[in-house]
């Protein structure tokens, strides 16, 4: 009987030997740079903190990113990297996390048996103003998109004055003669990596989409105009952020007048020369006041968003773009806007002489008031960028889908308290309606699928539509339709076209000034 007993567990040895190796194989990959070893749970494989890019500190600080130095034996991807330096988080109510310099770290999320199959790739650019914000927020995380049979890959960018930093000095030592835009060279960076390689992860390298929101949107729209980025992705989704107003407005989105810009806070920092700069202590450069801009910097972007998408110069790619209904509540939440002050509300965050071509009415009330400032905001910062986004990427036949996001958050939720705010729509698109939330309701759940099953689509054939779901309209400048994502999905006209038109006169009368 104890001879069986030794029988049985010499034959149950190599099967148990035989599932470690089949585990060990589905979580281990070869990169350029050497293997890793991610973690499989309930079906999903992520590869958490897997480095892009050289870490960008000392003399490669304000530097294009440098190549990962390899390794040997293999290197263990079961812990988020530290996040690029910032004040504060995004979203604000974001946990805690620690950051870096040392930050170019990427993040994969691959269905279990990925491998043998070519998936399409979605690739997360999160925002926070180019100020804020990470890779590793619980919100983005990836498992459950993944589900979707996609792989989803976040990648953290240099951030603030670490990021977008231009300077003389910083242009004359350049290989390129210019400088800034640090932090698009490491999203593009990122998608080189992903490009050479996510095939060894079962990803597609010529189906990769481009996903993000706030100024991780306006990124895409900047990345689409730059001939660095040709090839690397074939769809973009931009969720409330583009960059397509008159780069006139502010001398300092140009290269010379961002370089003055840098030249100021190298001054006002105490340092005489790039040497003792690079030396001074990130927290320290952290605490001090800097303009974060993406400029035309002559290398990332040689021209304005604008002229290049004018021309039908900008990388060929299909384009799904959208806003949401309350998002101009963010930015005057804190603020009592009366008849009395409602003109000077307007010209806090704009110049007057843009107010005046927009030709704003007084107000009748208060409320009436509140309401103005809100729709002046989410039209200027936020909707007219979607709406040229889309009406600019159809001119030369592009495939172009819109929509308008409606739901109001439940109470005690992520983004609740304003409306359809901005970012609202992000929980939905991650399908991550966070279970210690109770207060979610089926019609949110309802909503989540559908979001994730329409951006999944777009990102496996640039067509968001299925069988099972409402159809979706493609958006032409003829026939501006859409779909409204709300209570209940519908076709719908997801701009007010009369509203942004004004806007567009205006922006068009500066763009005429700017070329006198």
């Given at each position: 009987m104890a001879s069986l007993r030794v029988m049985c567990v010499l034959c149950i040895l190599p099967i148990i030997a035989c599932c470690m190796l089949v585990q060990t194989t589905q979580t281990r990959v070869l990169t350029e740079s050497g293997s890793v070893e991610g973690v499989e749970a309930d079906g999903i494989v992520v590869f958490k903190g897997i480095p892009f890019a050289a870490p960008p500190v000392g003399k490669l600080r304000w530097r294009a990113p440098q190549p990962?130095?390899?390794?040997?034996?293999v290197r263990s991807a079961d812990n988020f990297s530290p996040v690029c330096m910032q004040q504060g988080s995004y979203p604000p109510d974001a946990p805690h996390e620690h950051s870096n310099e040392d930050c170019l770290y990427l993040n994969i999320w691959t269905p279990s048996g990925a491998r043998s199959k070519k998936l399409p790739v979605m690739f997360w650019i999160h925002g926070g103003a180019l100020q804020?914000?990470?890779a590793s927020t619980p919100l983005y995380a990836g498992d459950r998109l993944a589900r979707y049979d996609v792989i989803v890959v976040t990648a953290n960018y240099r951030l603030g004055v670490f990021g977008f930093l231009a300077h003389p000095d910083l242009t004359r030592e350049s290989d390129n003669g210019t400088s800034g835009n640090y932090g698009l060279q490491d999203q593009l960076a990122a998608l080189q990596w992903v490009k050479r390689n996510i095939a060894a992860f079962g990803g597609d390298p010529d189906q990769v989409t481009v996903f993000g929101q706030s100024s991780g949107s306006i990124s895409i729209s900047a990345l689409i105009a730059s001939?660095?980025?040709?090839?690397?992705?074939r769809g973009a989704i931009g969720q409330s952020g583009g960059l397509f107003e008159p780069m006139q407005l502010l001398p300092e989105l140009a290269l010379p007048g961002a370089e003055q810009a840098g030249a100021r806070f190298m001054s006002d920092a105490g340092a005489t020369d790039l040497a003792r700069l690079r030396a001074m202590p990130a927290d320290q450069l952290l605490k001090m006041s800097f303009k974060t801009d993406i400029i035309v910097d002559g290398h990332v972007l040689t021209r304005p968003p604008y002229d290049i998408f004018i021309e039908?110069?900008?990388n060929d790619v299909s384009v799904l773009v959208g806003t949401n209904r309350d998002e101009g509540e963010t930015f005057i939440r804190d603020r009592a806007?009366?008849?009395?002050?409602?003109?000077?509300e307007l010209e806090r965050g704009f110049p007057s002489f843009l107010v005046n071509l927009m030709g704003v009415q007084q107000a009748a009330n208060d409320a009436e008031a509140h309401m103005g400032v809100s729709a002046f905001n989410r039209d200027m910062r936020f909707r007219?960028?979607?709406?040229?986004?889309?009406r600019l990427s159809t001119r030369n036949g592009g495939r172009v889908f819109a929509y308008e996001f409606t739901r109001v958050p439940p109470v005690g939720t992520p983004f609740s308290g304003f409306g359809a705010m901005h970012?609202?729509?992000?929980?939905?698109v991650f399908n991550n309606l966070d279970p210690a939330a109770p207060t979610w309701t089926d019609d949110d759940h309802r909503l989540a699928f559908a979001i994730a099953t329409y951006w999944t689509n777009f990102a496996k054939t640039g067509d968001p539509n299925d069988v099972n779901m409402p159809a979706w309209p493609a958006f032409t400048e003829s026939n501006q339709q859409g779909i409204l994502l709300g209570d209940e999905i519908h076709t719908g006209r997801p701009f007010d076209e009369k509203a942004l038109g004004r806007i567009d006169a205006a922006y068009s009368s500066v763009r005429a000034a700017g070329s006198q």
């Open positions: 990962v130095a390899p390794w040997r034996g804020n914000g990470s001939p660095l980025a040709k090839g690397l992705f039908g110069k900008q806007i009366t008849v009395t002050n409602y003109r000077s007219w960028d979607m709406w040229t986004w889309a970012g609202a729509e992000m929980p939905y």
